[in-house]
């Protein structure tokens, strides 16, 4: 009986492939001598099972033979993995593809179950779960574990098929995802180390793409006070403080002639509480194609600035006493003289400038220049100062006798150097007056 079925199938084949233009069903009926409703239903399996086309001409339905591509050409010549089954979920068919990610031969293949077959080199439990779930006839990303190691990624496509015999199965096409998937887990990696670099970095980072907004590290938000969402609503010099406005829009257009050329500036802001923050901002750019990102580095200064100013301070306060204290000082770091005040000038005659190229033994006459480098180089932070009198040479060549004290003090590798001067020239005199006279008055006496 069924050979008989499949001849017929075959005789209403032959006899449209004779007809190009196709044949009715009374057109069939009288070539096989049939009637009209066996036709029908031979007609009914031919066209369920894709074998045949039908057109409608009015209340004439027309048939004639499929052009289909054989099934046996698409498993040979597709990239994907291919693989028929029927329904009872046993391997009709598999492409080479297929049998190559599976190391299994077609032999031990065909005609088995497709849960009971054993890849030696592949886990393929993911696919089993789709079929098993009900839900082979949907779209799925399966995932295969290599046994030796690594993963292969398919996205899974299956085709309900009918036979030429009428009977239904199904076909599991798997397109080969691996590159893409791993492509993208290595872009959302990157991402991810590159958030966590900008999330931990003592920056602030803004991120702009052709002019627009599309990053902010939480480092912004804490200098600036402002999310995201709100800088990007804002004026690039919304939070600028007004003094530095000219200077910022400045920069900002020669930025735009010269995208690419980095740039930097050093402003005050205005944070969202209305505080003021003293901050240096680094302007780099990167073009790709046709698109700009400009990468805006936000550096606080804050206390550095304060620590200047308090440095500054601190320096003027320290030069207005050395400027106006009675006696002559001296700085020398590492034997090199680097501060000289106002009456040092005034007792030796020489300027600013001189003293300063000059060394303090430079002054006292040969005899006593020995005695007084030993004095200083052996002065040291754990001892006690060090003390000297001693005559000095002025620039109008005039003699003037000093009382000189010395000390010293480590400020991490540099060894600073005291020496004040006190002009002692009058008291000296004097003395010598007095002891002349003395001398003179014992001389009369004796």
Request: hydrophobic letters at 35%; a negative charge.
């Amino acid at each position: 009986m069924m050979q008989d079925y499949q001849h017929e199938l075959m005789r209403i084949r032959e006899l449209l492939k004779k007809d190009p233009d196709g044949m009715s069903i009374t057109d069939l009926s009288k070539a096989l001598g049939k009637n009209k409703s066996t036709v029908g239903r031979y007609l009914d399996i031919l066209l369920i099972s894709g074998q045949v086309d039908m057109r409608t001409y009015g209340m004439t339905k027309v048939f004639t033979l499929s052009q289909r591509v054989p099934l046996s050409a698409m498993l040979s010549y597709s990239r994907e993995l291919i693989m028929v089954l029927d329904a009872d979920s046993r391997i009709v068919d598999i492409n080479d593809n297929f049998l190559k990610l599976l190391h299994l031969s077609r032999q031990n293949t065909l005609g088995k179950t497709l849960s009971y077959i054993n890849p030696p080199d592949v886990d393929v439990h993911e696919l089993l779960e789709t079929f098993s779930a009900g839900s082979a006839d949907q779209d799925h990303q399966v995932t295969f574990n290599l046994k030796g190691g690594g993963e292969r990624f398919f996205r899974q496509k299956s085709v309900p098929t009918v036979f030429e015999d009428g009977r239904k199965g199904l076909t599991v096409i798997l397109e080969d995802i691996t590159g893409r998937i791993i492509a993208d887990r290595e872009i959302r990696e990157s991402e991810e180390r590159f958030r966590m670099m900008a999330e931990n970095i003592q920056d602030g980072l803004l991120i702009m793409e052709n002019d627009k907004h599309i990053f902010s590290n939480n480092r912004i938000t804490e200098i600036t006070g402002y999310q995201l969402e709100e800088l990007k609503t804002m004026e690039p010099l919304a939070i600028v403080a007004p003094e530095c406005k000219d200077k910022a829009r400045s920069r900002i257009e020669d930025l735009k002639k010269n995208p690419e050329q980095p740039g930097e500036l050093l402003m005050w802001i205005i944070t969202k509480a209305g505080e003021r923050r003293f901050a240096c901002v680094r302007v780099t750019a990167v073009r790709h194609q046709e698109t700009y990102y400009h990468f805006i580095i936000f550096t606080d200064l804050t206390e550095l600035k304060q620590q200047e100013v308090l440095l500054r301070e601190s320096e003027q306060r320290f030069r207005m006493m050395a400027e106006n204290i009675q006696d002559g000082l001296f700085i020398a770091e590492n034997g090199n003289v680097v501060f000289a005040n106002r009456r040092i000038s005034e007792i030796t005659g020489y300027s600013h400038e001189d003293l300063i190229k000059m060394k303090s033994a430079d002054l006292v006459t040969a005899e006593d220049r020995e005695r007084l480098e030993g004095i200083i180089h052996n002065t040291r932070p754990a001892e006690g100062p060090g003390q000297f009198t001693v005559w000095i040479k002025c620039k109008d060549g005039s003699r003037r006798c000093i009382l000189g004290r010395v000390t010293a003090a480590w400020q991490e590798s540099v060894l600073s150097t005291y020496i004040t001067m006190t002009d002692i020239t009058e008291s000296t005199e004097r003395e010598q007056a007095l002891r002349d006279r003395l001398a003179a008055l014992q001389q009369v006496l004796t």
